[in-house]
């Protein structure tokens, strides 16, 4: 969580910094920062608690002047949103000055050994041991690479770190250690730049290097130097697939309703030259397993947090139904601590948008201790879940800014559908005539998935009619489960209304005793072969007088006569119902957030990476 800046070159940098802060706020904006190093050699910090917005409104034109600086918006772990929390932190001297991304797990022994050492500490955070750190090893006589080095040896946990000191003009260093999220460095003209996710970079420069675990980056305005355990490293940039308009909103209000509305490209891309329609195949360029791992398989495990758990429970259907493979789905924060019995006959998939979440890359960790093969569906170039995976399938979405996950869940389910087909290829369980049969409907999927977010203004009436509700329960069996699921984590995300996703079957052993007129029932009927039971669960709500919401199939008029309001999304394969059934949701809760005032691109208390546990 978190997000950093750094940049060092021939420009002023306080406005870049604040300009790359802004498209990196939705990591976290509990409060913000800027340090600069200005002309004269002095270290200028304006931070405050709260928003970007109102760190740039105090210093209007009045910027620091000077040509090197990190920045910082914080998602607070230790210590409350409050000025003196806020990132950077210096030392003593105040020469020495960081940002950083993680937690120091064993802060309170360095705190106290820098204490006893005639150290004076001003902020509740663990991150200001560092900054003291620093300096302690530069008074020995080590450069600022060199003492970051050394800390970084003694910082228990996992890092992203930039520092600068004053005695080092020119130089931003740059650490990562663990998952907390990762250092990207980008290349660019006559200056270089630093960040924790591309957005902040791309209006830059398209060539970048990922700083992997353990490296370390000395960045000046005209080289990049690598190293690791004191070895210097060569790094080559890669150039980067994205394209900067993605990070802008265009004519739309909110990045949620942008990233709703592209979710027929982000299919389109993600499938594009490979599913094979014509020859009936299924090509996956990333999926390097080998014969023997293909062969040994047994059973799949998916795993994932959040939207990418939805995600992955709706590919556990695909596993099991399409490559004809036993599977389970785990929530990646409970996978890693219950020891899970896996080894080299079990498939891990991991779900991961950004392909940071520290709950799941300690999933994938375990996986890897354990010998299992995995394949991770990730959206981002080379983050750690891609470098930890064996294979990946990338879900080609560009960037997700909108802290709720929208057009990525839509791919990554797409994804899985064709890493399904692809299993059940590659070990002989599907011919062609099968493969035709099953990659024909994910061929209509964008257009229909475009059918259903044209419906927009629908959604907008019904969310003006029930955005005063304090509760919502979603019903779904199935396929149409997960989207329950994923319809309630969309709502309370971003309108803050409390609401449950279950399985419809569950409803009458508990939830049952909540219904009454002010909790409206969603209820997802779309035409597959538990629509009636669902039918019965709509006739239990109904009879307590319950208000029920139906999400049902064009022309399944039935449902007009038993539910208080239904809304229709076109006929699909039941397998690929769950995407056109979400869209409807996300689009309800995004409908009842604007019309409650809430802050959609960035909900309360939440970040759109989350790299601690
Ligand atoms: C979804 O709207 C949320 N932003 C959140 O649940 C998210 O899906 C979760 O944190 C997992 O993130 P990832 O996909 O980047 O791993």
């Given amino acids: 969580m978190c997000g950093i800046i750094g940049y060092v070159g021939e420009q002023e940098a306080a406005p870049i910094l604040l300009d790359g802060l802004r498209r990196l706020e939705y990591r976290g904006y509990d409060s913000v920062g800027i340090a600069v190093l200005e002309k004269n050699g002095g ?80 902020s509740e955070t663990d991150t200001e041991v560092i900054p003291h750190l620093l300096e302690e090893y530069m ?32 130089t931003v260093v740059a650490a990562r250690a663990g998952n907390a999220g990762g250092v990207v460095v980008g290349y660019g003209q006559n200056a270089n730049y630093l960040a924790s996710d591309l957005p902040a970079i791309l209006p830059h420069t398209r060539w970048a290097v990922f700083l992997q675990d353990g490296e370390i980056a000395r960045v000046t305005q005209r080289e990049v130097t690598y190293s690791r355990d004191g070895l210097r490293l060569e790094r080559e940039p890669q150039e980067l697939p994205y394209d900067p308009v993605s990070a802008a909103k265009g004519n739309y209000k909110h990045f949620m309703q942008k990233e709703i509305a ?12 490979r599913a094979l329609f014509a020859e009936s195949r299924v090509e996956l360029e990333d999926v390097a397993l080998t014969r023997a791992q293909m062969e040994g398989i047994r059973r799949v495990v998916l795993v994932g947090m959040g939207t990418s758990l939805h995600a992955a429970m709706v590919g556990r259907y695909y596993m099991e139904k399409i490559a004809g493979l036993p599977a389970e789905v785990d929530n990646a924060s409970e996978f890693r601590y219950r020891e899970p019995l896996i080894g080299p006959d079990t498939l891990l998939v991991s779900v991961s948008q950004s392909g940071e979440t520290v709950d799941t890359l300690a999933a994938m ?4 201790r354990n010998g299992s093969p995995q394949v991770t569906v990730c959206n981002v170039i080379g983050s750690q879940a891609a470098r930890i995976a064996d294979g990946v399938v990338y879900t080609r979405c560009g960037l997700e800014i909108g802290v709720a996950s929208t057009k990525t869940y839509a791919a990554a389910i797409s994804a899985l559908y064709l890493l399904a087909c692809y299993l059940g290829q590659e ?45 919502f329960l979603f019903l779904g069996r199935g396929l149409q489960y997960p989207v329950a699921m994923e319809g309630a984590l969309k709502l ?28 409206p029932v969603i209820a997802l009927v779309p035409r597959d072969h538990l629509r009636e039971k669902m039918m019965s669960n709509i006739e239990q709500v109904k009879a307590r007088e319950g208000t ?36 409807p949701l996300q689009l309800f809760a995004y409908h009842v957030a604007v019309r409650r005032g809430c802050d959609v691109d960035q909900p309360r208390n939440l970040a759109k990476t989350v790299t601690v546990e």
């Fill in 43 to 122: 270290l200028t910090i304006q931070k405050r608690a709260g928003k970007l917005e109102g760190l740039a409104a105090g210093i209007g034109q009045r910027w620091p002047r000077g040509r090197q600086g990190i920045g910082h918006t914080r998602w607070a772990t230790h210590g409350k949103p409050t000025d003196v929390n806020a990132h950077p932190h210096t030392d003593c001297t105040g020469n020495v000055v960081v940002i950083h991304n993680g937690i120091v797990e064993n802060h309170q022994a360095l705190k106290q050994r820098l204490l006893a050492a005639g150290h004076t500490f001003t």
């Fill in 139 to 170: 008074r020995e006589g080590l450069d600022l690479h060199g003492a970051l080095a050394r800390a970084l040896g003694e910082l228990a946990g996992a890092h992203a770190i930039l520092a600068m000191s004053t005695s080092e003009p020119g």
């Fill in 427 to 471: 070990r002989g369980l599907i011919d062609p005539e099968r493969m035709g049969g099953l990659l024909a409907p994910l061929a209509r999927l964008p257009y229909l998935t475009g059918e259903v977010v044209k419906r927009s203004p629908e959604f907008e009436r019904l969310a003006h009619l029930f955005f005063r509700c304090e509760n």
């Fill in 262 to 273: 592209e979710q027929p490209e982000a299919i389109l891309d993600t499938v594009r030259g």
């Fill in 365 to 368: 960790e375990e996986g890897r």
């Fill in 492 to 519: 309370k995300e971003v309108s803050y209304i409390h609401a449950e996703g279950y399985p419809a079957g569950e409803m009458k052993h508990g939830p049952i005793a909540l219904i009454d007129r002010e909790m």
């Fill in 548 to 583: 029920v919401i139906a999400l049902a199939t064009e022309g399944d008029e039935e449902l007009e006569d038993k539910a208080d309001h239904v809304i229709y999304v076109p006929e699909v394969a039941p397998l690929l119902a769950p995407v056109l059934t979400t869209v």
